[in-house]
């Protein structure tokens, strides 16, 4: 570092000091640069608890373009076989070093071009773990509004700061009263020590050991508190738990979290994170800054004392909120995305002939039939509560409905009129078997009235959309799904309170994974489903669709690099994930990437076979000592993954398809009596429990103390996402209709 010491030696003039300067960013970047990227495999694998060289290799595919999906898949080799968790927890600490990183580098330029960098500033800056830590060290510099200590300095008093933080034995008034200057608002000796006081405050508040001093008593002892605002108790109905509450701050559940502050964002709160008592905060900050027994002692306890209440307490006070609020998001996120992967993974019906019916009393049943690939063969409306004899030609409706389109089951929404609908089917009397099931309706409005669903269906309303989206869901939940922005599908918990950009970002995640873990048809995936592939996007997702009306249906997955645009490297991304099934090429059906085709041809080869019968004849299978095709790029764990999907070639990780009924004896909120045993469907999950639907339009509560006979600390530990269950219930509120249901012994 002598060059520093070199370039403050130097900096006589202007010019020579802004060459310096601008030598000196350039030295900052390189050495930053250098410094961090060396470490980031070191730190990631330290923070995670990886081997340096799985995250060094894992970091080098990320920044190669591969994604999640393929790492995990097919670079098993180079990872260790990490897992998509794993590998998206090192791209995330990643990107968060990278921004450290970045912040770095400007607050080393912005110092530097003052003048004010040093050495051992410098030092400080680039050792920095953290960006409070970073902050912290630039606050003294930070460009900032005036504030009572930048006026106090105009008004010529630092000299007078500086010579009571001396704190030795002097006349306070006498030394004040040299700085006495009507002309620049200091027209007393009190004038000239409050001003110098609130130099000495602010730097109370700016000091990083200090502000680290008083976050540790924040962490120790903040207490989370509420209170209703004055005259809105009423208004503020719904929070009345939390009109007078306090508990530990870092020990407050996330639901609690969010609950208090979205009641405060709705001005019927107020809300506080902060000790209970401010002296243990005084003696940390006394121990620090006042020395001595003198009058000017006297001067800097009032100033710290001002400093902690005026500037640091609110500052780590805001600290600690944004503290709470990220914490408390990112257990809601948590739980929405597990939340969403459970729906998006929920089991398909697979290819079948549907008849979908939007439900609806006084409007009409919105009625489509859909053949097997999911298109509208037919709509129209019925109307079976409107009168007995409108029920009569309902029925018999459904009836030749199902009759003429060979319709084999019947998908009903989950909404208003849903289970009297479902009474209605019950009712016909079909010549085959058809099989009726309820089908969430959570999203499917804003499909129907999207841009999407209107290229889809330009010729038809959003009730018509909206049954097709329906019946598409109850074929393959994943496929529909992924058409409706995941925040829309209602299976989170205070999803609009949240970090949106961190929601969007992690919600996309699961549907990427997803996407990927089951398999993609080629050439009947919509363009959606198409964009979440690996290596895709939209816009190839687009140009694979637009390809496949222009020239037909893709005869092999090598077809795909004719699409335009669509390179070696997006090709090495996708096509694994891809399957096509009229493939002459039995691999194309597969989850075996095209760069391990000629090694199963090896393998084929060596028994004297073909790839196709190899497939077909597990006694052949078992020939192969897969030990033999080990090389430096294919190890065990990808050739143990070749031979799976040899065996069960590209299986679907979805489980199987289960029909479900509610209690026909319960349709209303009124029909469900304490002590009652129902079948239910789990619709959500959060922090505190499950919400089950037992078919009367409003869901019951399973509180995270009613889901086993044990102590639950995550409810998807016990419950997952449309889990058929039995709950008994144990209390029905009519006035404010909730139903508090258990799991216990059931």
């Keep these: 570092m002598s060059f520093f010491l070199c370039k403050f030696a130097v900096s006589k003039t202007p010019h020579i000091r ?8 350039r030295h900052i970047t390189h050495t930053t640069l250098i410094l961090n990227k060396m470490n980031y495999s070191s730190h990631i694998a330290e923070q995670l608890g990886l081997g340096q060289r799985q995250v060094e290799k894992t970091i080098e595919l990320l920044e190669q373009g591969a994604t999640v999906p393929f790492i995990a898949r097919y670079r098993k080799e180079a990872t260790g076989s990490l897992n998509e968790v794993q590998i998206t927890a090192i791209r995330d600490l990643l990107i968060r070093l990278k921004e450290l990183d970045k912040r770095r580098e400007a607050i080393l330029s912005s110092i530097s071009e003052q003048g004010k960098l040093t050495p051992e500033l410098e030092q400080q800056i680039l050792a920095a773990a953290t960006m409070t830590e970073l902050e912290d060290l630039y606050l003294p510099y930070k460009p900032k509004r005036r504030t009572r200590a930048t006026m106090a300095i105009e008004r010529g008093l630092e000299p007078l700061a500086n010579e009571l933080q001396k704190q030795y034995s002097c006349d306070v008034e006498q030394m004040a009263a040299r700085y006495i200057n009507p002309d620049k608002g200091v027209a007393s000796v009190e004038d000239a020590l409050a001003g110098a006081r609130d130099i000495i405050a602010e ?23 509420s209170k209703v605002v004055k005259n809105k108790e009423e208004e503020a109905g719904k929070y009345e738990s939390w009109f007078d509450w306090k508990e530990n701050a870092m020990r407050a559940p996330s639901h609690r979290i969010l609950a208090l502050f979205r009641g405060e964002t709705e001005g019927l709160l107020r809300v506080h994170v902060l000790p209970d008592d401010d002296q243990p905060a005084y003696d940390t900050l ?6 001595g027994n003198y009058a000017s002692t006297e001067q800097v306890r009032l100033a710290v004392h001002d400093g902690y209440k005026r500037l640091l307490q609110p500052s780590i006070e805001t600290e600690y909120y944004n503290l709470l609020k990220e914490k408390a998001d990112k257990e809601a996120i948590r739980v929405f995305a597990e939340n969403l992967r459970q729906l998006l993974l929920a089991s398909p019906l697979g290819q079948k002939r549907i008849l979908a019916i939007d439900p609806g009393f006084r409007t009409g049943c919105k009625t489509v039939c859909l053949d097997a690939q999911g298109q509208l063969l037919h709509n129209e409306t019925i109307y079976p509560f409107t009168s007995v004899r409108e029920e009569r030609a309902a029925i018999s409706k459904l009836e030749a409905l199902v009759e003429a389109f060979h319709i084999e089951a019947i998908a009903i929404g989950n909404g208003t009129a849903g289970r009297e609908t479902e009474e209605v089917v019950k009712r016909c009397h079909f010549k085959g078997k058809v099989i009726a099931v309820m089908v969430s309706e959570n999203g499917a409005s804003v499909y129907s009235a999207s841009e999407l669903a209107r290229r889809e269906f330009p010729e038809y309303d959003v009730t018509v959309r909206g049954a097709v989206s329906i019946g598409r869901r109850l074929m393959d939940p994943l496929s529909e799904l992924v058409k409706i922005d995941p925040k829309s599908i209602g299976v989170g918990q205070y999803q609009h309170d949240v970090n949106q950009t961190l929601l969007q970002e992690s919600l996309n995640d699961v549907v990427v994974s997803c996407v990927n873990s089951v398999g993609v048809e080629l050439n009947t995936a919509s363009r959606e489903l198409l964009s979440y592939v690996s290596g895709i996007g939209p816009a190839l997702a687009g140009k694979i669709v637009e390809h496949r009306n222009l020239e037909g249906a893709f005869r092999s997955r090598r077809e795909l690099k004719k699409v335009e645009r669509l390179g070696d490297k997006a090709f090495e991304q996708c096509a694994g994930f891809l399957r096509v099934r009229e493939s002459d090429n039995p691999l194309d059906r597969s989850a075996v990437h095209p760069e391990r085709y000629a090694l199963v041809e090896q393998m ?14 597990k006694a052949l299978r078992e020939k192969i000592d897969i030990n033999r095709y080990v090389s430096a790029d294919c190890g065990l764990p990808t050739l143990q993954d070749i031979m ?6 590209g299986l679907d990780p979805r ?9 026909k004896n319960v349709t209303r909120i009124e029909d469900v009596k304490e002590g009652m ?45 449309h889990q058929h269950v039995r709950v008994r219930v144990l209390e029905v509120d009519l006035r404010r209709r909730r139903i508090s249901l258990s799991m216990k012994g059931v």
Aim: hydrophobic letters at 40%.
């Design 18 to 25: 802004h060459l310096a300067t601008k030598q000196t960013i």
């Design 203 to 225: 730097r109370v508040s700016e000091n990083a050991q200090a502000r680290n001093r008083i976050r540790g008593l924040f962490r120790r002892s903040a207490m989370l508190s």
């Design 286 to 291: 006394e121990r620090q800054f006042v020395h």
């Design 604 to 617: 084929a080869s060596d028994l004297g076979t073909t790839v196709q019968q190899l497939m077909d004849d």
């Design 644 to 649: 799976k999907e040899l065996d069960k070639p």
């Design 655 to 663: 489980a199987k398809f289960e029909i479900f009924e509610f209690d």
């Design 677 to 721: 045993e129902l079948p239910g469907i789990v619709t959500n999950i959060t922090a505190f429990g499950a919400f089950v639907d037992i078919g009367v339009h409003q869901d019951g509560l399973v509180h995270i103390s009613q889901l086993a006979n044990r102590r639950v600390n995550d409810p998807s530990e016990v419950v997952h996402l």
